[in-house]
């Protein structure tokens, strides 16, 4: 297999030379070659004469000018045997056919290592500065692949075209690393500085931002030599394509219905059961992904899915040559199942003596206990979303459990609503506590919703924090795929001095903070998935839309035809609109629509609108949501014909 880039070939070249131990004097065949012989005890002490290397050996052996210019000569005093026949081997002089072969071979080499090969090129890995005019655009429409996001920058992946169009197109980028697959990549946030001096031994480290950090190891042994105390992440094998930034408010709002059944639900979590669960998994004694304590408690989780009556599966995958298993429940929804929700933690866990003592209490025997126990209070009731419980395994290895979920088990029929992973939710080092909810700018929405039903229903305040660079939990795998995702965590600085030590034990956690921190993130996995309420109308099914665009001199319009099922009993049904993905929606229309079709005209073509529908009966109770439908920017191809149609006849498109 030849090298196909100039570097390969240079370096190629480079090994080449070193191997036969040549010296180039003036001119193509200058070549003079240097004993490599293992019988005899060289000891080589270059001098450069003018335009000349002459190499200097023993004083028994030395190296005198031939009577022409065209080469060098062997003059010995006291030879020794075996060099008589190495040099009659190996030293020739420069016009002999030996080096003419030689010089020969080389130039062959270098021709034949620019053919085209198997081998690919070099991939570069570099760190792009949010920022810059048109960034999210150029990379879009270059179809980047972008590895991680930061708070203030990106990691690409890019190849030879990829790196001369971005310098075209006028991105500045700072190149970090050739990127080779068959090492490791991580980020790792490292905030003391022995630490750094550490890993900085033992690992090739790379700045990023802030306390953040590139990684690169040669393999996952190497990363059992990572002090327990840092947070990490895996770089994942693929990346996404940005999409060009849109502003989104500060703020989101949306309906919300008021009843008793929340206030319900909250009121049945348990202290004692949460007690009870988190007390489980520390007797495993440790829960190191690798060992089979962690095989154990998986089971134990699997067993316990099963004994609510909820189909319960298991993910196997290896890390390193280890079984490590991610566990996987859910509620299927009953209006629109494809829809999911997503409530998961990490149930493995590590310390100082992971092998054989890693109780992990509040890491993160506490997320796991809190998704447990709403299994426990949700089980046998009807949601119109699916409910999704997963527990993973070897986050604290860099996110593996749940980078393995994402590259695997994502279906793409399916749409992600949102995701809800607690890490840690029941240390208390102030009284009260509050809970960190931290999402990426595209989760904003999600932050905002799960902090104002934590608070009410909690009741616990929700401390919002945006933060791209927080990457440490298993939401940054779910961020990775565009999809809503939060990590909520008792703090994000970890103040925790039990953390990943061997006292990390059911004793030092704080049951009315966990209790709290457990309901509010119950309510909004009810919310979000949008339980069934007993009495209250059907929520539509089928919502669908479809898009007709009117062109004028002046402006495009769009015209949305929306159309559902009846609903039986309903007196009539509510029309939401709004330019924001499952947030801050309006009511459109003024009275009841009494027909199962709805048609919204005047809307600018240039911007995204979201749809949703309900249902109203003759108490005036209100429906859940219908999935939410979207009309993307852009203008469609003009049908007149059909919204002529609908507008005169009330045909229908279907």
């Known amino acids: 297999m030849w090298p196909r880039s100039p570097i390969q070939t240079k370096r190629a070249l480079v090994l080449i030379v070193k191997r036969c131990r040549i010296f180039i004097r003036p001119g193509l065949f200058g070549l003079i070659f240097r004993s490599a012989h293992t019988n005899y005890p060289w000891y080589h002490n270059i001098r450069r004469k003018g335009w000349v290397l002459r190499p200097t050996f023993p004083s028994s052996v030395l190296w005198r000018p031939a009577s022409s210019n065209s080469g060098y000569r062997l003059c010995s005093l006291h030879p020794p045997s075996n060099f008589i026949n190495y040099q009659n081997r190996m030293m020739c002089d420069v016009n002999s056919p030996c080096r003419l072969r030689l010089a020969l071979f080389i130039i062959l080499f270098s021709c034949l290592s620019f053919m085209p090969g198997s081998q690919p090129a070099p991939l570069l890995l ?51 690393a050739f990127y080779d697959r068959s090492l ?67 703020e989101f709002s949306w309906r919300q219905v008021q009843d008793t059944l929340y206030e319900l639900l909250a009121a049945e979590v348990s202290a004692d059961n949460l007690r009870a669960r988190v007390t489980a998994l520390q ?16 089971q134990y989780i699997y067993d316990y899915f099963s004994s609510l009556g909820l189909p319960v599966s298991f993910q196997d995958f290896y890390y390193s040559t280890y079984l490590c ?35 992990g209490a509040d890491d993160n025997g506490s997320g796991t206990g ?43 029929s399916e749409n992600i609503l949102g995701v809800i992973n607690l890490d840690m939710v029941a240390y208390a080092d102030l009284v009260p506590e509050d809970l960190d909810l931290i999402g990426n700018r595209s989760s904003s929405w999600l932050v905002d919703r799960v902090a104002a039903l934590s608070a009410l229903y909690g009741p616990v305040a929700g401390k919002k924090i945006i933060d791209a660079s927080f990457v440490y939990s298993d939401h940054a795998s ?100 709004s330019t924001e993905p499952q947030a801050n929606f309006q009511k459109i229309n003024g009275s009841l629509i009494y027909d199962s079709r709805y048609v919204d005209v005047l809307l600018a073509a240039k911007t995204t609108f979201y749809y949703t529908v ?3 009966d003759s108490l005036n109770r209100e429906s859940n949501f219908s999935r939410v439908m979207a009309v993307n920017a852009g203008v469609n191809p003009v049908n007149s014909l059909r919204y002529l149609l609908w507008s005169l006849f009330g045909f229908s498109w279907n």
Not at 527 to 551: C, E, H, M, W
Request: with cysteine; charged share 20%.
């Open 283 to 298: 007797n495993f004694g440790t829960r190191y992904a690798p060992t089979a304590n962690c095989l154990q408690a998986g």
């Open 478 to 577: 779910f961020w990775d795929r565009g999809i809503a995702a939060l990590c909520a965590i008792e703090d994000a600085s970890v103040p925790n001095p039990y953390y990943h030590r061997t006292t990390d034990t059911v004793d030092t956690l704080n049951f009315d903070f966990y209790r709290s921190a457990t309901r509010g993130s119950l309510i909004s996995l009810v919310d979000l998935a949008q339980i069934i309420r007993p009495g209250y109308p059907s929520t539509p099914k089928n919502f669908n839309l479809a898009v007709g665009t009117q062109a004028s001199i002046f402006n495009h319009l769009k015209g949305v035809y929306l159309s559902w099922d009846t609903v039986p009993g309903a007196a009539g049904y509510n029309v939401y609109r």
């Open 184 to 250: 490791v990549y991580l980020v790792a946030r490292i905030s003391r500085a022995a630490e750094l001096e550490y890993i900085t031994s033992r690992f090739t480290v790379l700045p990023l931002e802030g306390s953040d950090y590139l990684l690169i190891a040669r393999g996952q042994f190497e990363l059992e030599e990572l002090p327990v105390t840092v947070r990490r992440r895996l770089l994942p094998a693929s990346g996404k394509t940005l999409t060009p930034g849109v502003m989104l408010p500060g």
């Open 126 to 176: 570099v760190q792009v500065q949010k920022g810059q005019a048109g960034l999210e655009t150029i990379l879009w429409q270059e179809k980047i692949e972008c590895l991680q996001e930061l708070e203030g920058s990106y990691l690409l992946r890019l190849d030879r075209e990829e790196v001369l169009k971005l310098r075209s197109r006028g991105v500045r980028f700072k190149r970090l």
């Open 614 to 616: 309900t249902a109203v």
């Open 370 to 412: 809190a998704v447990l126990e709403a299994a426990r209070i949700l089980a046998g009731r009807p949601f119109d979303f699916t409910v999704r419980f997963i527990l993973f395994s070897a986050e604290e290895q860099g996110l593996v459990g749940s980078l393995r979920y994402v590259q695997e088990r994502l279906n793409p």
């Open 325 to 359: 298993r991610n566990v996987i429940s859910e509620i299927r929804g009953q209006t629109y199942p494809e829809q999911v929700v997503i409530i998961c933690a990490h149930y493995d866990s590590t310390s100082d003596q992971r092998w054989t003592l890693a109780p």
